[in-house]
């Protein structure tokens, strides 16, 4: 069975930790990360960039907002990973879902692939 | 726990800025900051993190406050901990108070008090450093390289300047909000370029870099719609994330052209990047959204023979319209000497050579082109002018590298 496992904290506070408690931390992940990669059961690990970075589209007004999305009363549903050469052209993916799809919102972020698992 | 400490740190900036409009008072409001500190260091690791903590330690350094006076009056006794830190129910109620535009605000106030025009340029970054981001004295002295007295007195000097100029505690209309985060953008930029230039040497200085980020992300949470602060965050990251490539092993300055991009950080870099694409959507452009771009051109190329000159000389042309100075010509004249050769570069700089004539860089570049040129006589001349003009070993060394090839040619 495959799983994600959403990773949730405080992003101001983890920005505020010094650089050894940065290194530590990863340290101490990364024994983790290396047991279940050699068990061939960690797949790609992926950080999302910090949520400045977010821009989110408003499917029923085709509205784009900057910053993520911020409403309690959706449910995150899934995720696509799209390789695209700027945030227009992922605008234009996502509106093409939206198509598809109506309701709800697309939040776009950067991501980079820290790890690309076994 | 160092979980304590990080959400200590993320949570000053917030809660000084509320007890600074408590209490109306600097010293009065940090006091009280630091005594909440002390008490969520006690309650936390019992009680685990509050919701808010941010919240809990502008709730608790104002009751601390308040009962510090009342004690210095009445001798009375102080609450004990447990009572202060069962907030569980009190808190909901603070959250609710101290919405987004409360913080904003008073965040803003924090900020905008360290530029105060009268204080010069480093006793602002050092005001900020103090207040702000909470770094002792004796880093900030250290970063400096002056003595701890020395730098607390400049430090006390400061406050005691920016209180007697009256704070500005009512809320901003939206012209002057414009202004305080136009000068607070600034300040931030000033602080960062105080790291930039360290050297390598420096390494608490260096670390002026990594706090101005904080407060430029710090900023942009409070207004995600400001594309400026946007710029200006991406311009920082982009820079900062060449640190390690800018400096060899002995300490001197690599030029962009020679570093080695893979020392690069990509985190930073894909940051900068995503940011400055979506500033530049806003269509409201600005000095730090452009420069952010500049910076954003050089990262896209892997090695330096990839740069785009063109656009980037084209984003100088637009950094002229926004800011025009001399400085940033002579820059364009660098793009320009790539895409259309030295001598179209000269001729862009020499009306400069009255106003830039005490300028190390100035001369500096124009021996380069008229190196380029071969126009060896002259180059050597204004080659020999940057040594007398350079500011710091490095740079000198790097212009007697020029003269050194020039003697070579011969």
Redesign the interface.
């Given at each position: 069975m495959l799983y994600t496992v959403l990773c949730y904290n405080d992003e101001a506070s983890v920005f505020a930790w010094s650089k050894e408690e940065d290194d530590a931390v990863m340290a101490r992940l990364n024994v983790v990360h290396e047991k279940w990669e050699a068990r061939g059961k960690l797949k790609p690990s992926i950080r999302l960039l910090p949520t400045s970075a977010a821009t989110t589209l408003r499917k029923k007004d085709d509205t784009v907002l900057d910053g993520p999305y911020a409403e309690t009363k959706e449910q995150l549903l899934g995720f696509y990973v799209i390789d695209v050469d700027s945030l227009e052209e992922g605008l234009e993916f996502a509106r093409e879902l939206t198509k598809a799809n109506p309701g709800g919102a697309y939040e776009l972020r950067p991501i980079m692939i820290y790890n690309p698992g076994s | 726990m160092?979980?304590i400490?990080?959400?200590l740190?993320?949570?000053r900036p917030q809660a000084v800025a509320a007890l600074l409009r408590y209490f109306r008072d600097l010293d009065l409001a940090e006091e009280a900051y630091q005594d909440a500190c002390l008490r969520a260091l006690k309650a936390w690791p019992k009680n685990g993190p509050p919701r808010d903590?941010a919240a809990w330690l502008i709730m608790v350094g104002r009751n601390a406050a308040i009962d510090v006076t009342r004690r210095r009056a009445k001798q009375t006794e102080l609450p004990n901990e447990d009572q202060i830190s069962d907030l569980s129910d009190v808190e909901a109620d603070v959250v609710q108070k101290l919405d987004e535009s409360d913080y904003r605000d008073d965040v803003l106030r924090l900020l905008f008090i360290c530029c105060h025009p009268d204080l010069p340029q480093i006793q602002q970054i050092a005001l900020a450093l103090r207040i702000v981001s909470g770094l002792s004295v004796k880093q900030i002295a250290r970063a400096f390289l002056v003595g701890e007295s020395a730098m607390e007195q400049r430090i006390t000097r400061a406050k005691g300047k920016v209180s007697g100029a009256g704070v500005p505690f009512e809320a901003p209309d939206a012209v002057e909000r414009a202004e305080r985060l136009a000068a607070v953008a600034a300040m931030i930029y000033l602080v960062f370029n105080e790291g930039y230039s360290a050297g390598a040497d420096n390494e608490e200085r260096m670390a002026f870099c990594?706090e101005a980020i904080?407060l430029a992300?710090?900023l942009?949470?409070m207004y995600?719609?400001e594309p400026e602060i946007?710029g200006l965050?991406a311009l920082m990251l982009l820079q900062h994330s060449r640190a390690a490539a800018r400096y060899g092993k002995s300490g001197e300055a690599v030029l962009l052209e020679d570093q080695d991009r893979s020392l690069w950080k990509?985190?930073p870099m894909?940051?900068g990047?995503?940011?400055i694409?979506?500033a530049m959507?806003s269509r409201r452009s600005g000095p730090y959204q452009i420069q952010a771009a500049i910076a954003g051109v050089h990262a896209h190329a892997n090695v330096a023979s990839e740069t785009d000159w063109v656009e980037i000389e084209t984003l100088y042309q637009a950094l002229e319209r926004h800011t025009p100075s001399p400085v940033v010509t002579l820059n364009r004249s660098v793009a320009l000497s790539k895409t259309q050769g030295a001598e179209a570069a000269l001729n862009l700089i020499d009306p400069l050579a009255d106003r830039l004539d005490g300028y190390f860089y100035f001369h500096g570049v124009r021996g380069s082109y008229l190196k380029e040129l071969g126009r060896t006589k002259e180059a050597r001349e204004a080659f020999s002018r940057a040594i007398a003009l350079a500011n710091t070993p490095a740079e000198a060394a790097h212009i007697r590298q020029h003269l050194d090839s020039l003697s070579a040619q011969k």
């Open positions: - | 160092a979980w400490d990080g959400a740190i993320s949570a903590p990594d904080r992300r710090l942009l949470r995600p719609a946007t965050l990509k985190a894909q940051e990047l995503a940011l694409e979506k959507r």
